[in-house]
C-alpha cells in the first residue's frame, strides 16, 4: 500500500468537505449542499488512488452507482421525515434506507 497516496487523499478528502462548509456558510446550505455532491471528489481519489490502474479505476467507477443512489435516497429521506421524528431518529431512518437501497442496486447489478 502506497501511504503517501492515502495520506494525500485522506487531506484532499478533508479539503474538499471543508470548502463545501464553507461555501455553505458564505453563500448558503444549498449551494454548499449543491457543492458536496459533485464528482469531484470522486475525481481527487481515481487521480490519486487509480492512477495507471484502469482495472482499478473502473471498478471504483461501478461502485459510485450503488453509492450514489444510496445518497439520493439518504437525502430524500432527510426532505421528509424531521416532519415527523426528532433529528436523531431522522438520521437513523435515512441512514437505514440508504444502506439498503444500496444493497438492493448492489445485489441487481452486480449478482
Given at each position: 500500500?502506497?501511504?503517501?497516496?492515502?495520506?494525500?487523499?485522506?487531506?484532499?478528502?478533508?479539503?474538499f468537505i471543508s470548502v463545501a462548509v464553507l461555501i455553505a456558510r458564505l453563500l448558503s446550505p444549498l449551494a454548499?449542499?449543491?457543492?458536496?455532491?459533485?464528482?469531484?471528489?470522486?475525481?481527487?481519489?481515481?487521480?490519486?488512488?487509480?492512477?495507471?490502474?484502469?482495472?482499478?479505476?473502473?471498478?471504483?467507477?461501478?461502485?459510485?452507482?450503488?453509492?450514489?443512489?444510496?445518497?439520493?435516497?439518504?437525502?430524500?429521506?432527510?426532505?421528509?421525515?424531521?416532519?415527523?421524528?426528532?433529528?436523531?431518529?431522522?438520521?437513523?431512518?435515512?441512514?437505514?434506507?440508504?444502506?439498503?437501497?444500496?444493497?438492493?442496486?448492489?445485489?441487481?447489478?452486480?449478482?
Amino acid at each position: 500500500m502506497d501511504w503517501g497516496k492515502l495520506l494525500s487523499d485522506f487531506l484532499m478528502g478533508g479539503v474538499f468537505i471543508s470548502v463545501a462548509v464553507l461555501i455553505a456558510r458564505l453563500l448558503s446550505p444549498l449551494a454548499g449542499g449543491i457543492i458536496a455532491a459533485l464528482p469531484l471528489r470522486l475525481v481527487i481519489t481515481l487521480l490519486l488512488g487509480g492512477a495507471g490502474d484502469s482495472s482499478m479505476a473502473y471498478g471504483m467507477i461501478k461502485g459510485v452507482i450503488p453509492a450514489n443512489i444510496g445518497a439520493f435516497t439518504f437525502a430524500l429521506s432527510l426532505s421528509f421525515l424531521p416532519e415527523r421524528f426528532d433529528a436523531k431518529n431522522s438520521f437513523l431512518l435515512a441512514s437505514l434506507v440508504c444502506i439498503l437501497t444500496m444493497a438492493g442496486v448492489y445485489l441487481v447489478m452486480f449478482l
